[in-house]
């Protein structure tokens, strides 16, 4: 079963706007680790924002935030003011706690920033 | 800061030949590392996972008889892929973490074509 699923395979914004991507999850573990990463064009996997699940403040690092629903199982990312260069494949990734080594990825989603 | 290096970059091989792809960790120590595939249209496969001065930790799908897997310090792992086909070929991520710390840090990754 697919632990992360990202329904959205492709969104395409205009520059300057607001864009949430969704990502929902499935564990039994009470502790663990949500991620999204960002593909670049030439497949460079870059670390974007980081959610642990024992944390009821949503993370926010530069213009991307996290909407942690933790009672829907649920890790949207937020990107503000789009940029040219935030067209790239987002990926949503989890951890669980006892398998703490390994990442679960999500499909990706394809945002295009658009001028 | 912590980087993953991975070599080479981009590789051709013969079907039914055999590849091997290095991955360096710089600045942190790599007590664990990941090797994922991303085949096209896919999203990222676990491989297997490596954990010092523990057994190889193989998926369902992939084997050591098909993609074994060397790490032999904290810094250095490699991965052969074995009589590739068609079927392997993709984008090969090694992601490596440094024991006690959150933050998984990925490499460019090795995009294998076979012909």
């Known amino acids: 079963a697919q632990k992360v699923t990202q329904t959205q395979t492709s969104i395409s914004v205009m520059e300057k706007t607001t864009v949430t991507m969704d990502c929902v999850y499935e564990?039994?573990?009470?502790?663990?680790?949500l991620f999204w990463y960002k593909q670049t064009a030439s497949g460079e996997i870059v670390f974007l924002i980081r959610?642990?699940?024992?944390?009821?403040e949503n993370a926010t690092v530069g213009h991307y935030s996290l909407n942690f629903q933790k009672p829907k199982s649920s890790i949207g990312l937020i990107i503000t003011a789009t940029q040219i260069e935030d067209s790239a494949v987002y990926f949503c990734?989890?951890?669980?706690?006892?398998?703490?080594?390994?990442?679960?990825f999500g499909s990706g989603t394809k945002l295009t920033v658009e001028p | 800061g912590a980087l993953v290096y991975q070599y080479p970059r981009r590789t051709i091989c013969k079907s039914g030949t055999s590849m091997r792809m290095e991955c360096q960790a710089v600045?942190?120590?790599?007590?664990?590392v990941a090797w994922y595939r991303q085949s096209p249209q896919k999203t990222f496969e676990l491989i297997a996972l490596?954990?010092?001065?523990?057994?190889?930790?193989?998926e369902q799908n992939f084997t050591q008889e098909k993609f074994p897997i060397s790490h032999p310090n904290l810094s250095f792992s490699s991965m052969t892929v074995l009589n590739a086909y068609l079927e392997d070929r993709g984008l090969y991520l090694c992601?490596?973490?440094?024991?006690?710390?959150?933050?998984?840090?990925f490499g460019k990754g090795t995009r294998l074509t076979v012909v």
């Open positions: 990734a989890m951890r669980e706690l006892p398998n703490y080594n390994v990442l679960y």
């Open positions: 564990t039994q573990d009470s502790s663990y680790f």
């Open positions: 959610q642990d699940s024992y944390k009821k």
């Open positions: 600045g942190f120590q790599a007590t664990s």
């Open positions: 490596s954990t010092v001065n523990s057994a190889i930790k193989y």
């Open positions: 992601g490596a973490r440094d024991r006690g710390y959150t933050e998984v840090f």
